[in-house]
């Protein structure tokens, strides 16, 4: 390696370093009671915000969605552009995960685990490596845009929601220096160690027994959200596309979200219901609710009217997707506001069962 080389590869670590540091003082002010002391690949990754971080995945493709159904790791390489020039790589493992999308999707998600003695070179926290990462699924990158922007919509309900990162992905080329040849959508979700961490919570796991001092705020917003949305691939007890925290202080349950691909409001062409649902598609709604308390879900419901604006919003300023197609995701919720506004729909769908 000649001495300019060397000099370029000393700054580029430098410079790493320097931002690792910055971060690490952004995130103790952001997460101040949070138990990890330092920040992970997410947070380097968020500070981002909606623009797409710039990656290039360097493994074997065709082996890695030849066999979907392989529940091994391969080795690639994640090369990071961070702009002016600069890139960092990371020596990872991939593998192919999900149950619906392993099957149907040409390119499935992918699981994404980082070394940890990388991590720790550059200053982020080493425990918390693994990363899952929604891939475009096929030709077309509106499924997973729009998986996108739900998360985001529940993040606008939640304080307990789940955060992703958009991202852009050159999965072809050889050199990673050619960005943008190929480049494919896709985003990163948080581990939800790290959500638990943040909150001072623990993952509760435990299927066998009742779920005890549930939050029932956080409770009726996810079930009320999984309707606006028109999700019912999820279920609570047997911890489908949904995690729980439990507080270190006060022993309260909080329910999590995750995985909106069979959302109607995604709409993804494997979408369906499950056959024991009184529906026939997924844009139909169906309230899948325990709880009696017609006050607090009355409460709940005045909490969504009041940030219809921001939730449609979002949809409608986000442009990495068509206008049209935000056009349908946008009366698609406004259907739901539609509903919640009529006092004999809003008894019919909410509270007949109640």
Known sequence: MNPFSKLQKGRKSFLFAVSAVILFLLFKLAFPTSVSVMPTVFDHMSTYGDRPVQLHLNTEIDQLVGDRQADEYQGATLTWREGAGMETKFDTKVKVRGASRR?????????????????????????????????????????????????????????????????SIDYGA?????????????????????????????LNENKEKRLQRISMEEYLKLVVFQYMIGNTDWNLNERHNVKVLQSKESGGTIPIPYDFDMAGLVNSPYARPYATLPIKSVTERFFQNRSKDREKLSETLAFFK?????????????????????????????????????????????????
């Not at 992918?110 to 982020?124: I, N, P, R, S, T």
């Not at 990673?176 to 040849?181: C, I």
């Not at 986000?318 to 506001?337: A, G, N, Q, T």
């Open 103 to 167: 099957t149907y999707c040409e390119f499935p998600p992918l699981k994404v685990k980082f070394k940890k003695k990388d991590l720790k070179k550059k200053g982020l926290c080493p425990e918390t490596n693994l990363l899952k990462l929604v891939t475009h699924c096929n030709d077309d990158d509106q499924f997973v845009l729009k998986e996108y922007l739900v998360y985001k919509l529940y993040s606008l309900i939640s304080g307990q929601a789940l955060r992703v990162q958009l991202a």
């Open 306 to 354: 009041e940030r219809e604006e921001d939730i449609i919003k979002t949809c409608q300023d986000f442009p990495l997707l068509e206008k049209p197609i935000r056009d349908s995701m946008v009366d698609y919720l406004k259907s739901f506001f539609v509903l919640i506004d009529d006092p004999d729909k809003r008894e019919a769908h909410f509270f007949a069962k109640s």
């Open 174 to 202: 050889e050199d990673p220096g050619s960005f943008g040849t190929s480049n494919r959508y896709a985003f990163f979700i948080e581990h939800h160690d790290q959500l638990a961490s943040r909150k001072n919570c623990f």
